[in-house]
T-cell receptor, first 115, second 114 residues
Framework: NAGVTQTPKFQVLKTGQSMTLQCAQD?????MYWYRQDPGMGLRLIYY???????DKGEVPNGYNVSRLNKREFSLRLESAAPSQTSVYFC??????????????FGQGTRLTVV | AQSVTQLGSHVSVSEGALVLLRCNYS??????LFWYVQYPNQGLQLLLK??????LVKGINGFEAEFKKSETSFHLTKPSAHMSDAAEYFC????????????FGRGTSLIVHP
Protein backbone atom coordinates (compact mmCIF):
# COMPACT_ATOMS: atom_id res chain seq x y z
CA ASN A 1 0.00 0.00 0.00
CA ALA A 2 1.53 3.30 -1.10
CA GLY A 3 -0.58 5.62 1.10
CA VAL A 4 0.98 9.09 0.93
CA THR A 5 4.02 9.48 -1.31
CA GLN A 6 6.32 12.50 -1.18
CA THR A 7 9.10 13.44 -3.55
CA PRO A 8 11.93 14.19 -3.22
CA LYS A 9 13.13 12.70 0.06
CA PHE A 10 16.13 15.02 0.33
CA GLN A 11 16.96 18.36 -1.26
CA VAL A 12 19.62 21.01 -0.88
CA LEU A 13 18.85 24.47 -2.26
CA LYS A 14 20.77 27.68 -2.46
CA THR A 15 19.20 30.80 -1.06
CA GLY A 16 16.85 32.30 -3.65
CA GLN A 17 16.29 29.11 -5.61
CA SER A 18 12.82 27.73 -6.12
CA MET A 19 11.46 24.22 -5.91
CA THR A 20 8.25 22.24 -5.68
CA LEU A 21 7.60 19.41 -3.26
CA GLN A 22 5.24 16.82 -4.64
CA CYS A 23 2.68 14.79 -2.71
CA ALA A 24 0.20 12.17 -3.85
CA GLN A 25 -2.23 9.95 -1.94
CA ASP A 26 -4.06 6.88 -3.16
CA UNK A 27 -6.67 6.59 -0.38
CA UNK A 28 -9.34 8.72 -2.06
CA UNK A 29 -9.06 11.25 0.76
CA UNK A 30 -10.72 14.62 0.45
CA UNK A 31 -8.35 16.70 2.58
CA MET A 32 -4.61 17.16 2.33
CA TYR A 33 -2.10 19.08 4.41
CA TRP A 34 1.46 20.35 4.42
CA TYR A 35 3.32 20.57 7.73
CA ARG A 36 6.86 21.52 8.60
CA GLN A 37 8.72 19.93 11.49
CA ASP A 38 11.44 21.80 13.34
CA PRO A 39 13.27 20.72 16.51
CA GLY A 40 11.30 21.66 19.61
CA MET A 41 8.45 23.11 17.56
CA GLY A 42 6.50 19.99 16.69
CA LEU A 43 4.54 20.04 13.45
CA ARG A 44 3.19 23.35 12.22
CA LEU A 45 0.58 23.60 9.51
CA ILE A 46 1.66 25.51 6.41
CA TYR A 47 -1.35 25.07 4.11
CA TYR A 48 -4.23 22.70 3.76
CA UNK A 49 -6.76 21.74 1.15
CA UNK A 50 -10.18 20.78 2.46
CA UNK A 51 -11.22 19.35 -0.88
CA UNK A 52 -10.25 19.39 -4.52
CA UNK A 53 -10.19 22.95 -5.78
CA UNK A 54 -9.75 24.65 -2.40
CA UNK A 55 -6.70 25.69 -0.42
CA ASP A 56 -6.29 27.68 2.80
CA LYS A 57 -3.47 29.09 4.87
CA GLY A 58 -2.35 27.41 8.03
CA GLU A 59 -0.21 28.65 10.87
CA VAL A 60 2.99 29.43 8.92
CA PRO A 61 2.16 30.12 5.24
CA ASN A 62 4.63 32.92 4.49
CA GLY A 63 7.10 32.04 1.75
CA TYR A 64 5.04 29.13 0.42
CA ASN A 65 2.39 28.48 -2.19
CA VAL A 66 0.34 25.37 -2.82
CA SER A 67 -1.64 23.76 -5.61
CA ARG A 68 -4.28 21.08 -5.31
CA LEU A 69 -3.80 19.66 -8.77
CA ASN A 70 -6.54 17.04 -8.43
CA LYS A 71 -7.97 14.90 -5.66
CA ARG A 72 -4.78 12.85 -5.40
CA GLU A 73 -2.07 15.50 -5.61
CA PHE A 74 -1.13 18.49 -3.45
CA SER A 75 2.12 20.32 -4.12
CA LEU A 76 4.08 22.85 -2.07
CA ARG A 77 6.20 25.48 -3.77
CA LEU A 78 9.00 27.60 -2.39
CA GLU A 79 9.41 30.53 -4.77
CA SER A 80 12.60 31.97 -3.26
CA ALA A 81 14.09 29.69 -0.65
CA ALA A 82 15.52 31.14 2.56
CA PRO A 83 17.68 29.46 5.24
CA SER A 84 14.71 29.78 7.64
CA GLN A 85 12.89 27.27 5.44
CA THR A 86 15.39 24.56 6.28
CA SER A 87 13.13 21.92 7.78
CA VAL A 88 11.51 18.54 7.33
CA TYR A 89 8.28 18.81 5.36
CA PHE A 90 5.43 16.36 5.73
CA CYS A 91 2.43 15.90 3.55
CA UNK A 92 -0.64 14.28 5.10
CA UNK A 93 -4.16 13.38 4.09
CA UNK A 94 -7.42 12.54 5.82
CA UNK A 95 -10.96 11.65 4.88
CA UNK A 96 -12.05 15.24 5.36
CA UNK A 97 -11.79 18.24 7.65
CA UNK A 98 -15.51 18.14 8.28
CA UNK A 99 -15.24 14.71 9.82
CA UNK A 100 -13.88 14.79 13.38
CA UNK A 101 -13.54 11.04 13.68
CA UNK A 102 -10.62 10.82 11.33
CA UNK A 103 -6.91 10.29 11.46
CA UNK A 104 -4.21 11.83 9.32
CA UNK A 105 -1.95 9.66 7.20
CA PHE A 106 1.57 10.93 6.63
CA GLY A 107 4.20 10.65 3.96
CA GLN A 108 7.82 9.86 4.75
CA GLY A 109 8.90 13.49 4.70
CA THR A 110 11.20 15.69 2.64
CA ARG A 111 14.35 16.88 4.35
CA LEU A 112 15.16 20.32 2.89
CA THR A 113 18.32 22.28 3.54
CA VAL A 114 18.70 25.85 2.29
CA VAL A 115 22.27 27.13 2.25
CA ALA B 1 -8.42 27.75 19.50
CA GLN B 2 -7.74 24.28 20.75
CA SER B 3 -4.17 23.24 21.51
CA VAL B 4 -2.16 20.60 23.30
CA THR B 5 0.81 20.86 25.61
CA GLN B 6 3.26 18.01 26.00
CA LEU B 7 5.20 18.15 29.24
CA GLY B 8 8.83 17.17 28.79
CA SER B 9 10.64 17.26 25.48
CA HIS B 10 12.59 14.14 26.48
CA VAL B 11 11.64 11.18 28.65
CA SER B 12 14.19 8.53 29.54
CA VAL B 13 13.25 5.09 30.90
CA SER B 14 14.91 1.75 31.38
CA GLU B 15 13.80 -1.24 29.36
CA GLY B 16 10.93 -2.91 31.23
CA ALA B 17 9.95 0.25 33.10
CA LEU B 18 6.65 2.11 32.89
CA VAL B 19 6.32 4.65 30.11
CA LEU B 20 4.33 7.81 30.87
CA LEU B 21 4.13 10.63 28.33
CA ARG B 22 2.03 13.61 29.34
CA CYS B 23 -0.40 15.62 27.24
CA ASN B 24 -2.82 18.32 28.36
CA TYR B 25 -5.31 20.00 26.11
CA SER B 26 -7.09 23.31 26.18
CA UNK B 27 -10.64 23.17 25.04
CA UNK B 28 -13.98 24.56 25.94
CA UNK B 29 -15.76 21.69 24.24
CA UNK B 30 -15.06 17.95 24.23
CA UNK B 31 -12.06 17.45 21.98
CA UNK B 32 -10.95 14.67 19.71
CA LEU B 33 -7.48 13.56 20.79
CA PHE B 34 -4.79 11.49 19.14
CA TRP B 35 -1.35 10.12 19.83
CA TYR B 36 1.05 9.61 16.93
CA VAL B 37 4.49 8.00 16.87
CA GLN B 38 7.40 8.91 14.63
CA TYR B 39 10.29 6.47 14.27
CA PRO B 40 13.62 7.86 13.04
CA ASN B 41 13.52 9.15 9.48
CA GLN B 42 9.88 8.19 9.02
CA GLY B 43 6.52 9.89 8.90
CA LEU B 44 3.99 9.86 11.71
CA GLN B 45 1.64 6.96 12.31
CA LEU B 46 -1.40 6.76 14.53
CA LEU B 47 -1.02 5.03 17.90
CA LEU B 48 -4.52 5.62 19.23
CA LYS B 49 -7.38 8.09 19.28
CA UNK B 50 -10.18 9.25 21.53
CA UNK B 51 -13.40 10.54 20.03
CA UNK B 52 -16.35 9.54 22.21
CA UNK B 53 -17.29 6.68 24.50
CA UNK B 54 -14.81 4.78 26.64
CA UNK B 55 -12.26 7.08 28.20
CA LEU B 56 -9.51 4.42 28.31
CA VAL B 57 -8.28 3.91 24.79
CA LYS B 58 -6.01 1.07 23.71
CA GLY B 59 -3.68 1.42 20.79
CA ILE B 60 -1.01 -0.47 18.95
CA ASN B 61 2.17 -1.89 20.46
CA GLY B 62 0.70 -2.10 23.98
CA PHE B 63 0.13 1.63 24.43
CA GLU B 64 -2.97 3.12 25.99
CA ALA B 65 -4.23 6.54 27.00
CA GLU B 66 -6.93 7.78 29.32
CA PHE B 67 -9.07 10.80 28.62
CA LYS B 68 -9.64 12.73 31.87
CA LYS B 69 -11.95 15.65 31.37
CA SER B 70 -11.53 16.93 34.94
CA GLU B 71 -7.77 17.19 34.42
CA THR B 72 -7.93 18.11 30.69
CA SER B 73 -5.36 15.38 30.14
CA PHE B 74 -4.72 12.54 27.71
CA HIS B 75 -1.54 10.89 28.97
CA LEU B 76 0.02 7.98 27.10
CA THR B 77 1.23 4.94 29.02
CA LYS B 78 2.78 1.55 28.46
CA PRO B 79 3.44 -0.86 31.33
CA SER B 80 6.80 -2.12 30.11
CA ALA B 81 9.10 -0.28 27.73
CA HIS B 82 10.92 -2.03 24.91
CA MET B 83 13.97 -0.80 23.08
CA SER B 84 11.86 -0.61 19.94
CA ASP B 85 9.63 2.02 21.60
CA ALA B 86 12.36 4.64 21.26
CA ALA B 87 10.80 7.29 19.04
CA GLU B 88 9.20 10.73 18.99
CA TYR B 89 5.62 10.87 20.25
CA PHE B 90 3.12 13.56 19.36
CA CYS B 91 -0.16 14.40 20.98
CA UNK B 92 -2.69 16.01 18.65
CA UNK B 93 -6.09 17.59 18.91
CA UNK B 94 -8.63 18.21 16.26
CA UNK B 95 -9.23 21.90 16.00
CA UNK B 96 -12.91 22.70 16.07
CA UNK B 97 -14.80 25.68 14.74
CA UNK B 98 -16.20 24.05 11.65
CA UNK B 99 -12.98 22.54 10.33
CA UNK B 100 -11.40 19.53 11.98
CA UNK B 101 -7.70 20.02 11.31
CA UNK B 102 -5.03 18.13 13.27
CA UNK B 103 -3.01 20.41 15.56
CA PHE B 104 0.08 18.87 17.12
CA GLY B 105 2.01 19.30 20.31
CA ARG B 106 5.76 19.87 20.29
CA GLY B 107 6.56 16.21 20.72
CA THR B 108 8.29 14.08 23.35
CA SER B 109 11.33 12.02 22.55
CA LEU B 110 11.27 8.67 24.36
CA ILE B 111 14.69 7.24 25.15
CA VAL B 112 14.88 3.62 26.30
CA HIS B 113 18.01 2.41 28.08
CA PRO B 114 19.03 -1.27 28.21
Amino acid sequence: NAGVTQTPKFQVLKTGQSMTLQCAQDMNHNSMYWYRQDPGMGLRLIYYSASEGTTDKGEVPNGYNVSRLNKREFSLRLESAAPSQTSVYFCASSEGIHSPNTEAFFGQGTRLTVV
Amino acid sequence: AQSVTQLGSHVSVSEGALVLLRCNYSSSVPPYLFWYVQYPNQGLQLLLKYTTGATLVKGINGFEAEFKKSETSFHLTKPSAHMSDAAEYFCAVIRSGGSYIPTFGRGTSLIVHP
